[in-house]
């Protein structure tokens, strides 16, 4: 079967022939390796991308759903060239080590700051709370979202 | 991938059913499933939350998790079961999981989970985790298969004596739909052919009040080790007149616990003493394993925890939400 649906505003097709997830599709067919591949259990997040809007995890997601709709990843959060402004905030306070997660944690902050721009500590941890990373002990990633929660996003 | 687009195909089609797939894509990848795929979504009229005309509130089984935990109807007149729902898993799950996929979920038992070990689960016989580790297991040892039962909505649903829509069945009470526990091979008791369609919610008793906890290792997204609900209508003198107890994480079954619930009824709701007296009945027959010891203590605590929760009426305001742990509406959980 044949699929199409927008992904970051560009029209585009796959094939899937069994049950695959939208991560593989959006992985091997379409070459979007923002999204990544680690636990494929719905565990980790690194996989999270938006769905019509909607936060979920590719690869627990049928490739077949996105048909007809707009899949937006890390790649398509911002212009090409720049960065949004939970890309800043991470940038600002470190909260990178070996990047893995960091995909996964933009695509849930962006989705966060979308539906609230003042979010508070608890509702930063809740929204996150789907997202593991193995490294950085979440301080700064949590410190940079409160910072950029005290300022004006839009 | 079979896609039926009415209810009737969807019963006729082999193999098996997907919802939102979280559990089931899941298990694909561990290689535990490679057979036919029958996708539910579909299928109109599956999804979505109404009132029915005798004042039940009618869940179809493929409403998303999010939906449950959100919707004012859920939301205003069955607390815990909305709790229950916000609390599970990630936002991510919740977002694509739906209340039926939910009740029906595979077990979690990493030796179920692992390719490599067979078990009564998995079509094999034996149990690896009764001799191997089992500290995520009961400590009410129904059957053959140590490991609890996965679903924190099946919990809350006895509490509420919901029932279940089963397509050329009919209804079914949430109890029937998981039998007794001794039934080591299955997580529930529907065939192949079976779609479960929706949940109903009894219409809410006058007052009643109901809250939701569970013990994690975790803050949040974590598998809770216990989780337990409660459900309570007081009488003018503030004296508990209907109890209904149900607790997870402690047996292959969500389980109700009659004895916590006849021990409640004439307690003052705010007499602790008598919720702490009331709620040690949570263990009555427990037989805990080697392991799960540590179970007996944490249940106890937590079932005092959630009946003084719900009498306290705590689970229903914005502010003891938050004082609680629970999700608050503006994490739209
Ligand atoms: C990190 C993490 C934490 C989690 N924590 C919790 C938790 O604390 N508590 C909890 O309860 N769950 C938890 N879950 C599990 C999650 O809630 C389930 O994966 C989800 O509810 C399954 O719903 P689904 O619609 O995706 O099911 P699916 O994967 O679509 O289906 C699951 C099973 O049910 C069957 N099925 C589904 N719908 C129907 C139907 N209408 N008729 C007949 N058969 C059907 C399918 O055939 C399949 O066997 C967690 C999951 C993750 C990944
Ligand atoms: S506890 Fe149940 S699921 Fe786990 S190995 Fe034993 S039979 Fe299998
Ligand atoms: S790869 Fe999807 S949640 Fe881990
Ligand atoms: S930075 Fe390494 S996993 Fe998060």
């Given at each position: 079967?044949?699929?199409?649906?927008?992904?970051?505003?560009?029209?585009?097709?796959?094939?899937?022939?069994?049950?695959?997830?939208?991560?593989?599709?959006?992985?091997?067919?379409?070459?979007?390796?923002?999204?990544?591949?680690?636990?494929?259990?719905?565990?980790?997040?690194?996989?999270?991308?938006?769905?019509?809007?909607?936060?979920?995890?590719?690869?627990?997601?049928?490739?077949?759903?996105?048909?007809?709709?707009?899949?937006?990843?890390?790649?398509?959060?911002?212009?090409?060239?720049?960065?949004?402004?939970?890309?800043?905030?991470?940038?600002?306070?470190?909260?990178?080590?070996?990047?893995?997660?960091?995909?996964?944690?933009?695509?849930?902050?962006?989705?966060?700051?979308?539906?609230?721009?003042?979010?508070?500590?608890?509702?930063?941890?809740?929204?996150?709370?789907?997202?593991?990373?193995?490294?950085?002990?979440?301080?700064?990633?949590?410190?940079?979202?409160?910072?950029?929660?005290?300022?004006?996003?839009? | 991938?079979?896609?039926?687009?009415?209810?009737?195909?969807?019963?006729?089609?082999?193999?098996?059913?997907?919802?939102?797939?979280?559990?089931?894509?899941?298990?694909?990848?561990?290689?535990?499933?490679?057979?036919?795929?029958?996708?539910?979504?579909?299928?109109?009229?599956?999804?979505?939350?109404?009132?029915?005309?005798?004042?039940?509130?009618?869940?179809?089984?493929?409403?998303?998790?999010?939906?449950?935990?959100?919707?004012?109807?859920?939301?205003?007149?069955?607390?815990?079961?909305?709790?229950?729902?916000?609390?599970?898993?990630?936002?991510?799950?919740?977002?694509?999981?739906?209340?039926?996929?939910?009740?029906?979920?595979?077990?979690?038992?990493?030796?179920?989970?692992?390719?490599?070990?067979?078990?009564?689960?998995?079509?094999?016989?034996?149990?690896?985790?009764?001799?191997?580790?089992?500290?995520?297991?009961?400590?009410?040892?129904?059957?053959?298969?140590?490991?609890?039962?996965?679903?924190?909505?099946?919990?809350?649903?006895?509490?509420?004596?919901?029932?279940?829509?089963?397509?050329?069945?009919?209804?079914?009470?949430?109890?029937?739909?998981?039998?007794?526990?001794?039934?080591?091979?299955?997580?529930?008791?529907?065939?192949?052919?079976?779609?479960?369609?929706?949940?109903?919610?009894?219409?809410?008793?006058?007052?009643?009040?109901?809250?939701?906890?569970?013990?994690?290792?975790?803050?949040?997204?974590?598998?809770?080790?216990?989780?337990?609900?409660?459900?309570?209508?007081?009488?003018?003198?503030?004296?508990?007149?209907?109890?209904?107890?149900?607790?997870?994480?402690?047996?292959?079954?969500?389980?109700?616990?009659?004895?916590?619930?006849?021990?409640?009824v004439g307690v003052s709701a705010s007499d602790r003493t008598a919720i702490e007296r009331a709620a040690r009945r949570a263990t009555e027959g427990a037989d805990p394993l080697p392991q799960?010891?540590h179970k007996v203590p944490l249940l106890e605590a937590l079932v005092a925890d959630v009946v003084e929760s719900a009498a306290a009426g705590d689970a229903h305001t914005e502010a003891g939400?938050?004082?609680?742990?629970?999700?608050?509406?503006?994490?739209?959980?």
């Amino acid at each position: 079967m044949i699929i199409g649906f927008r992904l970051n505003g560009q029209e585009v097709t796959a094939r899937v022939d069994h049950p695959a997830s939208l991560l593989d599709v959006l992985r091997d067919q379409l070459g979007a390796y923002g999204s990544k591949n680690a636990c494929e259990q719905g565990e980790c997040g690194s996989c999270s991308v938006l769905l019509d809007g909607e936060l979920v995890c590719s690869c627990l997601v049928l490739a077949a759903d996105a048909e007809g709709s707009e899949v937006t990843t890390v790649e398509g959060v911002a212009p090409e060239g720049e960065l949004h402004p939970v890309q800043e905030a991470m940038n600002r306070v470190g909260a990178v080590q070996c990047g893995f997660c960091t995909p996964g944690f933009v695509v849930a902050a962006v989705d966060l700051f979308e539906r609230n721009p003042h979010p508070t500590s608890r509702e930063i941890k809740e929204a996150l709370a789907g997202n593991i990373c193995r490294c950085t002990g979440y301080g700064a990633i949590i410190r940079a979202f409160e910072e950029l929660a005290g300022r004006e996003v839009r | 991938m079979i896609r039926p687009a009415t209810l009737r195909e969807a019963v006729a089609a082999r193999g098996e059913y997907r919802a939102g797939g979280t559990d089931l894509l899941a298990r694909r990848r561990l290689g535990l499933h490679d057979g036919e795929v029958v996708d539910l979504t579909h299928i109109p009229g599956l999804a979505g939350i109404e009132r029915q005309e005798d004042g039940a509130v009618r869940i179809g089984a493929l409403t998303r998790i999010a939906d449950v935990a959100s919707h004012p109807l859920v939301a205003g007149a069955y607390p815990a079961l909305a709790n229950t729902a916000g609390s599970l898993a990630t936002p991510q799950i919740r977002a694509v999981g739906t209340i039926g996929g939910n009740l029906l979920q595979r077990n979690r038992c990493p030796y179920y989970r692992h390719p490599a070990f067979s078990c009564f689960k998995s079509g094999g016989d034996g149990c690896p985790a009764r001799h191997g580790d089992h500290s995520h297991g009961v400590i009410f040892d129904l059957g053959p298969c140590v490991s609890p039962h996965p679903s924190s909505i099946g919990a809350a649903l006895l509490t509420y004596e919901a029932g279940v829509e089963v397509a050329g069945r009919g209804r079914l009470s949430v109890a029937d739909l998981f039998g007794d526990g001794t039934d080591g091979r299955h997580d529930h008791r529907l065939g192949p052919g079976d779609v479960l369609v929706a949940v109903y919610l009894p219409p809410p008793l006058e007052g009643e009040r109901a809250a939701y906890r569970r013990v994690t290792s975790r803050a949040l997204a974590e598998w809770p080790t216990v989780e337990a609900v409660c459900r309570l209508a007081l009488d003018e003198e503030n004296r508990i007149s209907v109890a209904r107890v149900a607790v997870g994480g402690v047996a292959p079954i969500p389980l109700r616990r009659p004895e916590v619930e006849d021990a409640l009824v004439g307690v003052s709701a705010s007499d602790r003493t008598a919720i702490e007296r009331a709620a040690r009945r949570a263990t009555e027959g427990a037989d805990p394993l080697p392991q799960t010891s540590h179970k007996v203590p944490l249940l106890e605590a937590l079932v005092a925890d959630v009946v003084e929760s719900a009498a306290a009426g705590d689970a229903h305001t914005e502010a003891g939400r938050a004082e609680r742990g629970l999700p608050t509406k503006s994490g739209r959980l």
